[in-house]
């Protein structure tokens, strides 16, 4: 039961690099997400996407960039890392909206020197 | 824009004993879903309880409860029989009934027991 798959799990960056999270999940879920996590901010919504080909901005997108080409994956770019962007970040997915339960991958611990 | 708030950043609570996380919640909507979220040190986000604003019956899940006070904005979990695995971040989210993709989580809160 592999359910949502973040790689990887952590990585360090330096200032200006740039790197792509990619999730993938194996539920066909309709609906994934990513979110950062930072202490005493809970987690915030970055981008989001309801369908394959389809991504919405959230709450937090400056600095980010997603793409949905597959139904399965979900990927996150920084194009040039900045320190703000050192996280946590958690993708998660779900069937849909209304009451359904998000199911979360195990985060990827992102820090930038 | 919704907001949730957790005004309780940490709370213990000795081990066997009954707590009470609060949350509350800013929206005009008058149709929506509240939820609790779990993180324990694992970093896994797991799901607690959730309740549909339209029922005025509290959900319940073996030792967890809710509190829901729709007119307040109010939403807390009451863990009772304490025990040493729900030590963990414990996290209030609100989505919208309509156009409802997005889950807006609290700040947490940060849950200690005691042996």
């Known amino acids: 039961n592999a359910g949502v798959t973040q790689t990887p799990k952590f990585r360090v960056l330096k200032t200006g690099q740039s790197m792509t999270l990619l999730c993938a999940q194996d539920?066909?879920?309709?609906?994934m997400y990513w979110y950062r996590q930072d202490p005493g901010m809970g987690l915030r919504l970055i981008h989001y996407?309801?369908?394959?080909?389809?991504?919405a901005k959230g709450e937090v997108p400056d600095g980010y960039n997603v793409s949905r080409l597959k139904k399965q994956n979900f990927l996150l770019g920084l194009e040039s890392a900045a320190p703000s962007q050192t996280s946590v970040y958690f993708c998660?997915?779900?069937?849909?909206?209304?009451?359904?339960?998000?199911?979360f991958g195990e985060g990827s611990r992102l820090t930038v020197l | 824009a919704q907001t949730v708030t957790q005004s309780q950043p940490e709370m213990s609570v000795q081990e066997a004993e009954t707590v009470t996380l609060s949350c509350t919640y800013d929206?005009?909507?008058?149709?929506?879903?509240l939820f609790w979220y779990k993180q324990p040190p694992s970093r896994q986000m797991i799901l607690v309880i959730r309740?549909?604003?339209?029922?005025?019956q509290n959900a319940t899940e073996n030792r967890f409860s809710v509190n829901f006070q729709k007119a307040a904005k109010s939403f807390s979990l009451k863990i009772s029989d304490s025990q040493l695995g729900d030590a963990a971040m414990y996290f209030c989210?609100?989505?919208?009934?309509?156009?409802?993709?997005?889950?807006?989580f609290g700040t947490g809160t940060r849950l200690t027991i005691i042996p």
């Open positions: 998660a997915s779900t069937s849909g909206g209304g009451i359904r339960e998000l199911f």
């Open positions: 539920m066909n879920h309709e609906y």
């Open positions: 996407s309801v369908g394959e080909g389809t991504t």
């Open positions: 929206t005009s909507e008058s149709d929506y879903y």
């Open positions: 309740q549909e604003a339209y029922k005025q």
């Open positions: 989210a609100y989505r919208r009934r309509i156009g409802n993709e997005k889950l807006t």
